[in-house]
């Protein structure tokens, strides 16, 4: 039950509020680094899909008229494969979340591909926000008294996760510059 009420709780959290930034952390704290990881971007990935249907049924036209000139050079590179570099864009990440559900209206990405892609590309980086979540679990539960900052950070189911976060950040940075090359 709590894991249906989460997962509700997650989509309507995005449909309403737009951002996923402490359902993460709030996932792996309660579930654990396993079923927090599925609820999360199973969670995340069904709200943003809702919000994009929205966005593309009655904020279209506002949309276009706001992001098109700063995003035109996408449009084509979302025709040659769109799955592929929906995939990429959200693992890029860079843009806030809100508008990285919205944005897509601009390609007129196909359902199927939003959703599938949004699990596929958000899934590294939410698998490591839900690690750190259930890190900060273990160690409440292992401790009497909280530990310090220094203790929390040093310790493996801390620092493994911002390691990954860094990791993933990099990979990122790398592949955006890819992407964003005008020969693709």
Do not use: H
Request: charged share 15%; proline share 4%.
């Amino acid at each position: 039950l709590s894991s249906i009420l989460f997962f509700l709780g997650t989509v309507i959290w995005v449909l309403l509020l737009g951002f996923g930034s402490p359902i993460f952390l709030v996932g792996g704290f309660i579930f654990g680094k396993w079923l927090g990881t599925i609820l999360v971007v199973f969670g995340l990935s069904t709200g943003a899909t809702l919000l994009y249907i929205f966005a593309n049924f009655f904020l279209k036209d506002l949309i276009r008229d706001k992001f098109s000139s700063k995003f035109n050079i996408l449009t084509e590179k979302f025709k040659k494969n769109e799955f592929l570099f929906f995939i990429i864009y959200r693992f890029i990440g860079g843009i806030p979340f809100f508008i990285s559900n919205i944005l897509p209206t601009l390609f007129n990405v196909k359902i199927k591909n939003f959703f599938f892609g949004s699990v596929l590309g958000m899934a590294p980086q939410l698998f490591i926000g839900v690690s750190l979540g259930a890190g900060l679990n273990k160690i409440l539960k292992q401790n009497k008294e909280p530990p310090s900052f220094f203790e929390l950070i040093l310790t493996p189911d801390i620092y493994i996760p911002i390691i990954g976060m860094l990791i993933l950040i990099l990979i990122a940075i790398i592949v955006r510059k890819k992407f964003f090359r005008s020969d693709l």
